[in-house]
């Protein structure tokens, strides 16, 4: 059974930057695509990134546009996901998730798209 752990969230100032890690474990011989959703207290879970199995293709939500960008090493089981210019808006718990896939064209936004989760981690932006 997959197992995604994050870690690296905490808390910032507006304009900062922080980069998160996503280890994965289990069956990590497959193919995953993997993405980054976020849920703030009281609203629905968000998609932030998405990157295919290779990192050929990669996908952001709107509001994270050319400040995020996620990235994988597939040596390392790991993928990341760099903040830059944090703003208060961008508090939230963040979570990692994956789903097997050997595609190199398709990174989906939607949850139900993945499988698997991590658990958490919570990223704090202060004004």
């Known amino acids: 059974q997959e197992q995604l752990t994050e870690s690296g969230g905490g808390l910032v100032r507006t304009g900062g930057s922080l980069r998160l890690s996503c280890v994965a474990s289990?069956?990590?011989?497959?193919?995953?695509?993997m993405g980054w959703f976020r849920q703030a207290p009281g609203k629905e879970r968000e998609f932030v990134a998405a990157?295919?199995?290779?990192?050929?293709?990669?996908a952001y939500g709107d509001s994270v546009k050319g400040r995020f960008t996620i990235s994988r090493d597939n040596a390392k089981y790991t993928v990341y996901l760099q903040m830059n210019s944090l703003k208060p808006e961008d508090t939230a718990v963040y979570y990692c998730?994956?789903?097997?896939?050997?595609?190199?064209?398709?990174?989906?936004?939607?949850?139900?798209?993945?499988?698997?989760w991590g658990q958490g981690t919570q990223v704090t932006v202060s004004s």
């Open positions: 998730a994956g789903a097997p896939d050997y595609r190199s064209d398709y990174a989906p936004r939607l949850v139900y798209e993945y499988s698997f």
């Open positions: 289990g069956r990590t011989s497959s193919p995953y695509r």
């Open positions: 990157i295919t199995w290779n990192g050929v293709r990669e």
